[in-house]
């Protein structure tokens, strides 16, 4: 099992910039893929970024070009970022961390972001 902690999350104006960060500790060398989820109020969760263990990424087509997701690894922990930049007011949800691993998916408590107009 993996446990996944989340920070960074907080108020911005619009343009600017925050960055996220997801502590991944435990069966880390089960981890196939890290992610990064958002849930808006009233919508469904939906894929931000996604990065693989062999380091490839994806996107969500609203955020390409504005967010970057990142990871470091040791011996004890694996920890994913999220650079948001150019942030919008639709970019305003609660962000969550997803660990898949060989044998089942993990998530974390999640982060709020809120982006003002």
């Known amino acids: 099992q993996v446990q996944l902690v989340e920070s960074g999350g907080g108020l911005v104006q619009a343009g600017g910039s925050l960055r996220l960060s997801c502590v991944a500790s435990g069966r880390i060398d089960l981890i196939e893929s890290m992610a990064w989820y958002r849930q808006a109020p009233g919508s469904q969760r939906e894929l931000v970024a996604r990065?693989?263990?062999?380091?490839?990424?994806?996107?969500a087509e609203s955020v390409k070009g504005r967010f970057t997701i990142s990871s470091a690894r040791d011996n004890v922990k694996n920890t994913v970022f999220l650079r948001m930049n150019s942030l919008k007011p639709e970019d305003t949800a609660v962000y969550y961390c997803?660990?898949?691993?060989?044998?089942?998916?993990?998530w974390g408590q999640g982060t709020q972001v809120t982006v003002s107009s």
């Open positions: 997803k660990a898949t691993t060989y044998f089942n998916t993990d």
């Open positions: 990065i693989t263990r062999s380091g490839s990424t994806n996107y």
